[in-house]
């Protein structure tokens, strides 16, 4: 995944035309090279900058006071569905779908387990350090692991919290109130969004309520501070009013970028619209960017690119990109199977073959595809390679995907690691263990 290197602030009117920041040359069949790469990085081509300076600041620490890219601080994109697992430079941290043991993988030794220190645990109750209750949104930041989940199942304390743990799964700790759940309520656990950046946890979530017999779904998004359990009202369920689903935040520097759906079409027979919006944490300042309405299928998740075009996931496995000043977007690019947007180009989702082979193609955000002079592949005599059914094809949903590594997970549970140059390939978590080398 690109680091944002810097933001240059570029003065525009909110509704103006994305234009191109200048780029560097790179051949399309490089696989090193970001295509369209900005000189400086990121930029922010929506507010004006004298705006924000003679604004308060309400920045948690002045080192947060710059557009650089900051290690250890900064969430980085894609933020739009549940995460189950983080990354660290040392190793992989993953979480059980329901209850149970955070388990790891060290990248180094290849060493799997539990996330516990203690020699004399058996690793198979609440007693041990690694359990979780109803985890979700696992993430890293400043030197530590954070998720949310709930006390335990045998408290009867109904909300939910964040918590935080050292690498080594020590000195949990209960950061802050995650969610307080009112009589009637509960949290929709396929529409949750945590991100750990810059001092605060930015979360977008449901809540499924019962009443007068009928279901209801409201989705709101909070900033709750890590420090000191401060949460900061964004939107709440007036403002947006449609469920999670298509709910996408990416942080900038300090600025968090969202889009989400409108739940009424602009035009008969069209699809629904997308919103974007941009808030400041600087200043706490929420700012409307405009509205596109899609052209090929209903919005799953949107991203904004290095030089400020936007580029909308919609249903049928297109690609659209966008255009604030008209409010219309066009396709340009589509997969059958389905596609997933990184900072640096657009990948169909990959499957493992009967023989262990990973297909894929990917292309540069110009609609050029990358080529690769080797193709992945993982030992066909291991679990990965195993079919829920005849009929089901193996397909690795993204997790992670930076620096030219794929990481995702497939239904029967395996997490999977591969170089998209086919140069490494692995498998980092087994439901059972694997008997077979995880690669070759």
Known sequence: MLKFSRVLICIMLVLALFTSCSSQAVEENDYFADEGEAEGGRTNHFTDKQEIED???????????TDEYLE????????????YIA????????????????????KASGITGPLC????????????????????????????????????????????YIYSCD?????????????????????????QIALYHRGYCYTAYSRTFLEDGVYSE???????????????????????????????LQPVGNDIYISYLLNQPEEQDSYLPVKFQVFHSK??????LGIITPSGGELWNTLIT??????????????????????????????????????EYIIELPRIEEDGTVTFRAWYFSGNLLEFEKTPRFDPQSGVTKKRSIDTEIIIYPAIVKENVYIGQTLSGYYVAFSLDGSDQKIIYAPEPEEAAPGN
């Open 306 to 343: 290095e030089d400020g075009s936007i580029y909308l996931h919609t249903t049928g496995g297109h690609v659209e990109k966008g255009d604030l000043s008209t409010g219309k977007s066009e396709v340009f690019l589509s997969s059958e199977i389905g596609v997933y947007l990184t900072e």
């Open 117 to 160: 220190a203690r020699p004399d645990c058996r690793h198979d109750s609440e007693d041990c350090n690694a359990y979780v209750t109803l985890p979700r949104c696992i993430g890293f930041y400043d030197g530590k692991l954070y998720w949310v989940g709930k006390v335990g199942r045998n408290v009867t304390d109904p909300n939910h």
């Open 218 to 248: 409201r989705t709101y998004l909070y900033a709750i501070s890590l420090e000191t359990g401060e949460k900061i009202t964004i939107l709440d369920e007036q403002d947006i009013g449609t469920p999670l689903v298509s709910f996408t």
């Open 55 to 65: 604004s308060a600041n309400y920045l948690v620490d002045e080192r947060f006071d």
């Open 283 to 288: 200043t706490r300042k929420l700012e409307d």
């Open 87 to 106: 990354e660290t430079p040392d190793a992989f941290y993953i979480l059980p779908i329901v209850d149970g043991n955070i388990s790891f993988y060290d």
């Open 167 to 191: 690498l080594d799964g020590s000195d949990r700790r209960q950061v802050a109130l995650y969610e307080e759940m009112p009589p009637g309520g509960q949290l929709n656990y396929n529409g």
């Open 72 to 83: 250890g601080f900064d969430a980085g994109y894609p933020y739009n569905c549940s995460g």
